[in-house]
């Protein structure tokens, strides 16, 4: 296996049913836990100029997506799919391929639906995907733990707020570094 540190300038996120009435369903990851890593992983697409894509799933009066999101990135436009893969849905694979990016960090909720199918598809198409671990969260440990090997055996990678914050570091003497470096130290302090 080769290791190559994540290339801001080739990198982009998916943010899936990160929402009002969805991100409560995860139970793998205490929820205030959870949206201080969403939180972390915005902060980080904005400081590295990394796009995002942010899809949601339908939902009674309109998706509120959770506000982590839009304080790091302002409001983007999201993506309302009627399907359990952000590449079946045309809109939302539109916008990945169009941010023109060789790898692919998601972050969602449910690691066992939308995280694991469109990491699924997303190598299926060619892409580098890794699913952001603390930035998802899964309907139960047991079956959370089976997407993640199925999405292992697949050849996605598995990781965290902490690595890649650690990886677009690089040197901490930077200004940049040393700001991923505090997103990561907010992020971890309750």
Do not use: W
């Not at 969403?38 to 009066?61: D, H, I, N, Q, W």
């Not at 952001?132 to 055996?153: N, Q």
């Not at 470096?181 to 971890?188: C, D, H």
């Amino acid at each position: 296996m080769s290791y190559t540190p994540l290339d801001p300038s080739d990198t982009m996120l998916l943010f899936a049913d990160l929402q009002a009435g969805i991100i409560e369903l995860g139970t793998t990851s205490d929820l205030a836990r959870l949206r201080r890593a969403v939180r972390a992983l915005a902060k980080l697409a904005a400081l590295f100029e990394m796009p995002a894509v942010v899809t949601t799933a339908p939902s009674e009066g309109g998706a509120q997506v959770t506000p982590e999101i839009a304080a790091a990135l302002g409001e983007l436009p999201h993506f309302g799919r009627t399907t359990t893969d952000a590449f079946t849905h045309p809109a939302t694979r539109e916008a990945i391929v169009r941010a023109g990016r060789k790898t692919l960090l998601i972050a969602g909720v449910a690691t066992e639906i939308i995280v694991q199918h469109s990491a699924l598809s997303g190598v299926a198409n060619g892409l580098a995907v890794q699913v952001v671990v603390d930035a998802c969260g899964g309907l139960s440990p047991r079956t959370e733990d089976a997407a993640l090997r199925r999405l292992i055996a697949a050849g996605v990678v598995p990781t965290s707020v902490a690595s890649v914050a650690g990886q677009l570091a690089g040197d901490f003497s930077e200004p940049k570094g040393a700001q991923a470096i505090g997103v990561l130290y907010e992020m971890a302090s309750p």
